[in-house]
C-alpha cells in the first residue's frame, strides 16, 4: 500500500507513527511532525491528510 504514496507522503506518515502521531492521545501534533521532516506545518498537515485519505480508500474501496 505504501506504493500508493508519493515519497513525501510516506515519509511524512512513517514519521508521524513513529513520533506518536496517532497514539491516544496524540504524543505529538503534526507540527512537530513537520520540524522532523523539514517543511512548514500546513505542509506536513496536508501530506498527512492525503497520505490518510489515499490508504482509507484502498482498504474501503
Known amino acids: 500500500m505504501a ?5 513525501r507522503q510516506q515519509e511524512a506518515i512513517q514519521t508521524a ?3 506518536g502521531y496517532y497514539e491516544i492521545p ?3 501534533s503534526h507540527e512537530d511532525v513537520a ?3 523539514g ?3 500546513s505542509t506536513a498537515a ?6 490518510e485519505s ?8
Open 3 to 7: 506504493s500508493l504514496l508519493s515519497d
Open 17 to 19: 507513527l513513529e513520533l
Open 26 to 28: 496524540r504524543a505529538v
Open 35 to 37: 520540524d522532523h521532516i
Open 39 to 41: 517543511c512548514a506545518p
Open 46 to 51: 496536508e501530506h498527512l491528510r492525503k497520505a
Open 54 to 61: 489515499t490508504l482509507l480508500g484502498s482498504l474501503l474501496a
